[in-house]
């Protein structure tokens, strides 16, 4: 039993939602190990096609619990080396969208930053306030930013602090949309469900080249699709896709 987050799924959607309202869902490790341990579920489970993770109205979530972290040592974070367990999001095959509503700051943010879409409120904030608590982004904000924006805004952003406000975010590429607060949800489930219709394996071979064209070279980058291309002929959908098109109907894919 969870007790700071609630899932749920509606059709092929599963739904991560951060409940530690209190204290507008800051990350705690308990936390992070849910949310990490209900996305593994998810990719596991073959009745889910994409994942969406949400907050509430305030706040996705303001960052890494600070009250958990102010007594850390440098030997208490390298024996938990808590960060670890944020690289396992990185390995999730699915497809995951990011609801943001109210603060995605600090952790919230790197949480955003490591989905694959990122679905915002007009009001949202983000934004990384560590360098005021004497500190840094830690779970890969200051890569995730830098890639997304470069590094001179990157630099700017992270090295004041300030929020970010959504248009920002949406000018610099950070966030894909954004939205009346009220429809936040509404448009994620439309767009996940949309996504939950399209062949599940080509959504992960195209996930992996995607993501894989922001480090590897132009060359290996290409090698990868060509590869993740090929493969997706070994899959029933693939057949189901071109014969719907040649018989000019809609096709049903079955992931398979
Ligand atoms: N950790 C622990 N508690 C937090 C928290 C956090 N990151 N963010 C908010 N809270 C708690 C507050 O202490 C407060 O608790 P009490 O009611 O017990 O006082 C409650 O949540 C509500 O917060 P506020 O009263 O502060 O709400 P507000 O609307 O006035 O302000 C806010 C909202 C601007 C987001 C403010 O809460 C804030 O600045 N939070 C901290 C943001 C931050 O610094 N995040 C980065 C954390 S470090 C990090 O994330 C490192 C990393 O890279 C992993």
Known sequence: ?????????????????????EVLNALNRVMVDEIVNQLESFDKNDTIRVIVLIGNEKAFAAGADIEEMMEATPLTLELLNPFVEWDKI?????????????????????L?????????????????????LGVLPGAGGTQFLTKAMGVRKALEWIWLGEPMSADVAYEYGVINRMIAPELVMEETMRLAKQLAK???ISLRLIKEAVHAAVDLSLQDGKNLERKNFYLAFASEDQKEGMRAFSEKRPASFKGR
Request: aromatic letters at 10%.
């Open 1 to 21: 039993m969870s007790k700071y987050i609630k899932a749920f799924s509606e059709d092929g959607v599963g739904v991560v939602q951060l409940h530690r309202p």
């Open 90 to 110: 990185g390995r999730i095959k699915k497809p995951i969208i990011a609801a943001v509503n109210g603060f995605a700051l600090g952790g919230g943010f790197e």
């Open 112 to 132: 955003a930053l490591h989905c694959d879409l990122i679905v915002a409120a007009e009001d949202a904030k983000f934004g990384f306030p560590e360098v005021k």
């Open 198 to 200: 399209q062949p599940p």
